[in-house]
């Protein structure tokens, strides 16, 4: 069974800063897929980055970038010149290559200081 | 992304009352799926539908009934529930279910209260 983990239940930030969100997960299946969501206090769930494990370069997607260390199953999120709207929930999630659930991690709540 | 869209954004309901919940998505995609996300709990995946198909029910009460007339919409509908079932519940859609570079897009969401 696929487990992510994500060790800080809150983070805070200098405003343009960059903060590194930590995500680990378990999963014996050799082919899966990782991604990052962010849930503003409004509720949304909003697609951030994607890196599936076969990828050989580290993801990125404008300021969020994904650090993948495939022997260590980690998968942080590197937020640079961070902004006071990415003050929100992260959610680190995988999926198997044979199913089609995403399995969450717990979230980390980030707050960006002016 | 404003692709899926999810009415009513806030219910209250009694514990004897029928209600159902609407999700609608605009990205002409082919799976549909219901999250719940309790307080403290990590968002937990509830039913998914491929083609109108249901493909997965993850031993969900059946107080929870899910409906999908077609690939644009996926209803739930409610009936005798209990307090513990408030939450926010969570519609998301993706291309097909299954496989791993699938991204799933989720609506705002509608939190629920039961009393």
């Known amino acids: 069974a696929q487990k992510i983990t994500q060790t800080q239940p809150g983070m805070f930030v200098q405003e343009k800063e960059a903060v590194t969100l930590d995500c680990t997960y378990d999963?014996?299946?050799?082919?899966?897929?990782l991604f990052w969501y962010k849930q503003p206090s409004s509720g949304e769930m909003i697609f951030l980055i994607y890196?599936?494990?076969?990828?050989?370069q580290n993801a990125t997607e404008g300021r969020y970038s994904l650090n993948f260390q495939k022997a260590r199953k980690s998968a942080n999120l590197v937020i640079s010149a961070s902004q006071l709207g990415d003050s929100a929930m992260y959610f680190c999630?995988?999926?198997?290559?044979?199913?089609?659930?995403?399995?969450f991690g717990a979230g980390t709540i980030l707050r960006v200081k002016s | 992304e404003t692709g899926v869209t999810q009415t009513p954004r806030h219910l209250v309901m009694g514990m004897t009352n029928k209600k159902s919940l609407k999700c609608e998505q605009h990205?002409?995609?082919?799976?549909m799926y219901w999250y719940k996300q309790s307080a403290k709990k990590p968002l937990e995946l509830m039913f998914v539908?491929?083609?109108?198909?249901?493909?997965e029910n993850n031993s969900v009460p059946s107080r929870f009934s899910p409906e999908c007339p077609n690939s644009s919409h996926l209803f739930l509908h409610l009936h005798t529930l209990q307090p513990e079932d408030s939450a926010l519940y969570l519609c998301?859609?993706?291309?097909?279910?299954?496989?791993?570079?699938?991204?799933?897009?989720f609506g705002p969401g509608t939190r629920l209260t039961v009393l």
């Open positions: 998301a859609s993706s291309q097909v279910a299954g496989g791993n570079t699938d991204t799933q897009y």
């Open positions: 890196q599936g494990s076969y990828d050989q």
């Open positions: 999963t014996s299946d050799p082919s899966y897929g």
């Open positions: 990205l002409g995609h082919n799976a």
């Open positions: 539908y491929n083609f109108k198909e249901q493909t």
């Open positions: 999630a995988m999926r198997d290559q044979y199913g089609n659930k995403l399995v």
